[in-house]
């Protein structure tokens, strides 16, 4: 029995292996069946985002105000030679939602404001200096702080507010406790709390209309049950927006009917004390508040603080010809872009996309997105173009100014040479019956080695030429305009890119993000360096891996949400100057470039007054620095407090060496002190002992500071001289020092 088993078990050994080889293959061969099906089975593509309809296509609404409107009554103009134009902004807390959103619409709108706690029991604040105003507007976080003030406090309040022109606005935020229905104090006015509401308008006859235009919102309930609604039978107080009942709300008290519109934010005329407000039954949340808030600030300072209707849009398409294959534009995306620019054109004066090329990435895609570049090409002229570097790589990355120019030129030879000679050297999928012209072939040659390039750079073009005429059909190059790749070495500033731009290019003005920083975006604020202009450019939503509609972050709601008086909305309504940066595979996929600005076109004519135009680069940026010249000087910073400035800045520049701090003076005083100070460290001393009355003069006039070992590699004499702007203090130094 024993040897039976010994015969038979490694046949049943080799059996198990054979199974165990045939599992494997199966499964192998099951995995690769179904890849090749999927791959090649025909996928079922969702139809394309149809842009935000029209404002005729919204829904119909009820019947106009309850009551008839008064004539519109002109503001009572403050005293503009006796008040400060500064906001007095009373908050619950430092950090109140409603107190930071208020403040964000001030800050955006560039109008100065100054915050305080609502005052209890004598706490309020001095609102005169000798004979002037200090404040031309209050806004008070919480309604009722107001009206329960004590009673010398709102005496001196209110007479300040008469003697002065001084106009009020307070938000009332009904909460659990709330009474259901009671009269303001002091005021013929009853409130109705913790409502539902639905299809909000605008009363077409509200005096403080100034950047909303009347409108309608489709049917549907508004967000929330919280919503306040003012009643009053007095003529002071006039509608400015109104809404229904939702169906299965009971019936508000006293003599309204039930399908009324009923006021959820008045204005006050200043019938009744002399003092114009404006009162809000709900916080800021709510997109149309936030308008109507903006013109109320506008009203209620006699238009001292108020938004011109101009706005100025660009929109730039970054990454033309970058991408990789399968999210790259195909000929019908560029129809489709060519389609919306002119439809946009009807809407926006002078409307024209920015495309921003690399040239090493031309014909990198498939077969489908190569006749896509090829189309781009053919209506080349219908766009406007600029250079974001040949090989999309960083500037900062690139320490000898000769080599970052070098890369610069490979972008320019590419949009000045003929496209047909340039396919048939760049793309594998051209005839090879072309011939390479000997230009074309060194431009490629030189690729590989960029340090030894040996290009000479195109001369200036003369009075009335044009290097993009140099080619007859080249891409246009004379924008004056460019956008560094992940906006690198514009700010903190990297001298190189600023001097291979004007070499190169002649560029005069860029954009940048970063500037001061990133966030909040409300900050960010132009600047000129080295003659060229620095404007702010803004974000839309729209990132490179943002290319399906379904598949947005957050869903396709929170993009909607954005266009519909969401943040995208409030950019262009708060800044009179938007450069947006896009991609150019938004552009193509689900095309929600395309989608995103027609919809914010439209919904911006839709509810405001505003009039859109584009400029192109140079009359833009010197139309922002008219309307802002007191950002022509930039801000000096420190590089090494933003994580997002230390990624994009130099390499050779570091943040963890000595000296970490930069004497800003001279005062005689200060820098006498200083100067006991620096000799500290192991590697600094003094050149000789001064006395402190020739510290000043010799901070200006000579070296300062030398090393204990003249040879080391670490330490060389300096002069202390100014940082460029984004330089950090401890670079500065270090490069002179260490």
Known sequence: MLQLWKVVRPARQLELHRLILLLIAFSLGSMGFLAYYVSTSPKAKEPLPLPLGDCSSSGAAGPGPARPPVPPRPPRPPETTRTEPVVLVFVESAYSQLGQ??????????FRYSTELAPGRGDMPTLTDHTRGRYV????????????????????????????????????????????????????????????????????SAPLLHLTRPSRLEPG?????????????????EPVLLANLRPAEPPVPGPVPRRAHLPTVVQDLGLHDGIQRVLFGHGLSFWLH???????????TGKRLCLDLDRYILVDIDDIFVGKEGTRMKVDDVEALLTTQNKLRTLVPNFTFNLGFSGKFYHTGTEEEDAGDDMLLKHRKEFWWFPHMWSHMQPHLFHNRSVLADQMRLNKQFALVRPLDLFSTVSPRMNSSFQISPTVSNFLSVEASPPSLSYTPQTSPGPGESLCHSQEHGIPTDLGYAVAPHHSGVYPIHTQLYEAWKSVWGIQVTSTEEYPHLRPARYRRGFIHSGIMVLPRQTCGLFTHTIFYNEYPGGSRELDRSIRGGELFLTVLLNPISIFMTHLSNYGNDRLGLYTFESLVRFLQCWTRLRLQTLPPIPLARKYFELFPQERSPLWQNPCDDKRHKDIWSKEKTCDRLPKFLIVGPQKTGTWISSLFLPMPALISCLKKVPPTLTQRLYHGGELLSCREPRSSLCSPTLLTGPTPGTSTSEHMETQLL
């Open 101 to 110: 959103e208020i403040v964000a619409i001030l800050e955006s709108s560039r």
């Open 137 to 204: 507007l209050v806004i008070y976080e919480n309604l009722l702080k107001y009206v329960n003030l004590d009673a010398w406090s709102r005496e001196l309040l209110d007479r300040y507010c008469v003697e002065y022109g001084v106009g009020i606005i307070g938000f009332f935020r009904a909460h659990e406790h709330s009474l259901l229905s009671a009269q303001l104090k002091g005021f013929p006015i009853f409130l109705h709390s913790n409502l539902g509401l639905r299809d909000y308008q605008v009363n077409p």
């Open 221 to 237: 309930p508004l967000p929330g049950d919280d919503w306040t609604i003012f009643q009053s039978n007095h003529s002071t107080y």
């Open 290 to 300: 936030k308008l109507v808030f903006v013109d109320a600030v506008a009203y209620l």
